[in-house]
């Protein structure tokens, strides 16, 4: 019996099957070669969104930069990833050289990823995986947030390289580190 190899696409492949008119209104990420559907609930949605909300109102005092929901990141030399976070932080200096109109060429200083019910298939190993790709292109910081067990991690890169995760019980508080100085989410007001 033959094993069936997964087809493999590139970012110039991923970006012509996402403007196909059936595709018009559904969310997609190339993870490592693969297309993968992203499709949010409603819990996910009021996780992401409260969690905007704070950063934005955060940086509405604190001017360093901006944040955005679900915005393209696609490293150029990486054809096989293109990236797109709940939320992406970007501080002012990096977005001073950018065009507003594209795909972002780095990943953001900070990304959220809120896990969906889509994230079934590797779950929170799958969340990790993601963190990782974002700390080893460029993230500074990486927030994992568990809406169902109303939980989050916290995933840095430590001086010497190695990946730092800090898991938060429902007690826990989200903090902005060097990216967002000063900055503090509780999880209760997460999931309020």
Partial sequence: MAVQQKQLYTVEQFESFIHLPENENRLFELIDGEIVEVSPKLRHGMA???????????LQQ???????????????????????????????????????????????????VVKSPTNYVKGIRGLREKALYYLENGSLLVWLIYPESETAEVCTRAADGTIQIAPLGQDGVLGGGDVLPGFTLPLKDVYR
């Avoid at 409260?50 to 950063?55: D, E, Q, T, V």
């Avoid at 096989?80 to 002012?92: E, L």
């Fill in 48 to 58: 992401a969104s409260a969690s905007h909300g704070h950063i934005f109102a955060y």
């Fill in 62 to 112: 604190n001017p360093i930069g901006r944040v955005a929901i679900k915005v393209d990141h696609q490293i150029p030399d990486d054809e096989r990833n293109f990236r797109r976070p709940d939320i992406s932080y970007i501080s002012a200096e990096r977005l001073a050289a950018l065009d507003l109109d594209e795909n972002i060429p780095f990943m953001p200083d900070l990304a959220v």
